[in-house]
């Protein structure tokens, strides 16, 4: 089975602080992993993907993650906050052989203070 | 490119009323997808397509909720007669190729829908 786990709801940083998002998953299978991100009243926009290469993902607008199969995680961070990256992210994984179905997360709201 | 387009982007209806929403994928894209997002829940796949045949629709409320998608190009999701636990953001996504584990898919907006 396929799952995810966001394991903060909500994050506050100061601006210009490091910003660290938490995602761990369950996969039967070898997973593709996403981070997308969702500002109020838009569509979701990918941020990153780990598709089985590089276990350190770049990216847009500073993020990365890095896939650690050991510890079945996949983390975002950015190594400053911009106040515009306050928004509604989501982990999401998915498998070969699951109807390559997306399954997210429940969402982490990430706020930046200034 | 044009990203992927839905209508109308708010609803509000009453309970055992119908409704329907529109998606048009990015162009040249062969698989859609319809999710149902609750607020303060991640999105949950309803329907997938490819092309004009579904994929998997093992999560839709088929009693109620219906999709199409007959050229293989744009879709409608119906509602019908909706309950008030259907108030939520339904979101349309398109991907390339055939829809495989490894492929980004590209979300709509979103249409909110308010049931009363």
């Known amino acids: 089975a396929q799952s995810v786990t966001q394991l903060d709801s909500h994050v506050s940083v100061s601006e210009g602080t490091p910003v660290l998002l938490r995602c761990n998953y369950s996969s039967s299978y070898s997973p593709s992993l996403f981070w997308y991100v969702q500002h109020p009243n838009k569509g979701l926009q990918l941020l990153l993907k780990y598709t089985s290469a590089a276990t350190l993902v770049k990216g847009i607008n500073g993020f990365e993650a890095e896939f650690k199969k050991s510890e079945t995680s996949f983390h975002l961070t950015k190594p400053s906050a911009h106040m515009s990256d306050a928004a509604e992210y989501f982990c999401?994984?998915?498998?070969?052989?699951?109807?390559?179905?997306?399954?997210f997360g429940t969402g982490t709201s990430l706020t930046v203070i200034p | 490119e044009a990203g992927v387009a839905q209508s109308p982007r708010y609803k509000i209806i009453e309970k055992r009323q119908s409704v329907a929403f529109w998606c048009n994928p990015i162009s040249g894209h062969a698989t859609l997808y319809w999710y149902q997002q609750i607020l303060g829940q991640g999105p949950k796949l309803l329907i997938q397509f490819q092309n004009n045949g579904v994929v998997d629709d093992s999560q839709l409320p088929k009693d109620r909720f219906s999709a199409e998608r007959l050229k293989g190009v744009d879709s409608t999701l119906k509602i019908q007669p909706a309950k008030l636990e259907d108030s939520a953001v339904y979101l349309c996504?398109?991907?390339?190729?055939?829809?495989?584990?490894?492929?980004?898919?590209?979300f709509g907006p979103g249409t909110r829908l308010l049931v009363l």
């Open positions: 999401v994984v998915s498998a070969r052989g699951f109807g390559n179905q997306f399954y």
């Open positions: 996504a398109s991907s390339s190729l055939s829809g495989g584990y490894q492929e980004t898919q590209y």
